[in-house]
């Protein structure tokens, strides 16, 4: 008897331009685009294995080992919903083809980082479980075609759709289907930039992105000013920076477009802090070794940047790595760092940084 299943894998990705606002909550339709890099270590992935089978009696999925309710409507029921539809394409155009439309799935994902800890796992899940279910279904979809399929299970997942740099257009139809996720360049074009990920606490965030959103949507100026003045033009300023592998614009963005996320998130009512005060203790250590690099005649060294949480991701060239960590563990002694064998630095410091 033929067995049906596929198994695929995504990484996190961790925006550099942010979005955070949405114009339709049900398609997830972003109030902005973004833009971001996927990771590409092994750290810090989802992998998610999908098998389609006639005896099955209804649609389940197991994270990490539990079982998750699909409920109906919900994310992921809309995100199998999809990929469903696509395969029935698919098999009414070529009769010999399996009827796995029809058949129930069951879907295991795991995490290989903590899932609560504030490290994007929506962004990596719903990408991994999106990836490993187009290939079930042998869908002849591009990464765009499926980004618009991961967008509607969290809306920064489309984005790991790509390896690189990926942008996110926000599009302009109410139908969803011109925001997608494109490639701004692969991974090998600019392979000297890594991600320094300090964990500063692994708790499960106060305010979830989709709540925080929407109180943001609802209460902040800033935001508006943001949307229309802002992003449009650092969407451009930071793809031209990534294309010519400048880092001295591609920093100073990056750094820039956080502290406005941050700043939106404290001029919503009530205001949201996701930053505590060990995220802006290294905040500052960053500026001043910029400052200090810039103030000798040189260039900025490193560029950090905050998701919805207290932990810190630096941006840096490779030669400059080992010098950030040494810094921050000279600033943070308590901080517990591990190296993976590609090179990637992390401080985990497990709640203690
Ligand atoms: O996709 P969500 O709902 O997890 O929202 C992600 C929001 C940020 O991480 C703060 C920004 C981003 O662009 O990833």
Redesign the pocket.
Known sequence: MAVYQATASAPVNI?CI???GKRDTKLILPTNS?L?VTLDQDHLRSTTTSRADSSFEKDRLWLNGVEEEIKEGGRLATCIRELKRLRKEVEEKDSSLPKLSSYAVHISSRNNFPTAAGL?S??SGFAALVASLAALYQLPASPSQLSLIARQG????CRSLFGGFVAWEMGSKSDGSDSLAVEIAPREHWPDIHALICVVSDDKKGTS??SGMQRTVETSTLLQHRIKYVVPERMKAISAAIRARDFEAFARITMQDSNQ?HAVALDTDPPIFYMNDVSRAIIALIVEYNRVSVAAGGKLKAAYTY??GPNAVIYAPKENLKEIVELILNYFPQAEPFKDPFGLFGAGAQGKL
């Open positions: 925006a942010k979005y955070w973004s971001s994007a929506s962004a969290s809306g920064s997942a992105s989709t996320f998701d919805a």
